[in-house]
């Protein structure tokens, strides 16, 4: 079982910058891809980044104006979304997700599987992020 903890939501202004967390716990997750989705109420779930817990690749989708940066603390079981230049439409509710890593693949391959995922093995409760214009 892992359990992932989001916070550092909340409101900002466009072109302000913020960071969330995602405190990671329970069992072994060497081998585990760590993911950052978003979330509008009536839209589609959106893919914005992974990373691989074990030697820190990434992984982004979409978001090609490198305004989003993923990693992760291993010594503090933490990852983290950067967020720069702040849109209104960044507003939503940002999920980490964990997903075991399949053998096998690269983790290119599977956290390139991990954005076209409909599910996920851990799924944290969101956090809030609100940007004004």
């Known amino acids: 079982q892992v359990q992932l903890v989001e916070s550092g939501g909340g409101l900002v202004q466009t072109g302000d910058s913020l960071t969330l967390s995602c405190a990671v716990s329970?069992?072994?997750?060497?081998?585990?891809?760590f993911g950052w989705l978003r979330q509008v109420p009536g839209k589609e779930r959106e893919f914005v980044a992974a990373?691989?817990?074990?030697?820190?690749?990434?992984y982004y989708e979409g978001f090609r104006e490198g305004r989003f940066t993923v990693s992760r603390d291993a010594a503090k079981n933490t990852v983290y979304l950067q967020m720069n230049k702040l849109k209104p439409e960044d507003t939503a509710v940002y999920h980490c997700?964990?997903?075991?890593?399949?053998?096998?693949?690269?983790?290119?391959?599977?956290?390139?599987?991990?954005?076209?995922?409909?599910?996920?093995?851990?799924w944290g409760q969101g956090t809030q992020v609100t940007v004004s214009s």
């Open positions: 997700a964990a997903d075991r890593k399949p053998p096998r693949i690269t983790s290119h391959e599977a956290m390139r599987a991990m954005a076209r995922a409909a599910n996920h093995d851990y």
């Open positions: 990373i691989s817990w074990s030697g820190g690749s990434t």
């Open positions: 329970g069992r072994t997750f060497s081998n585990y891809l």
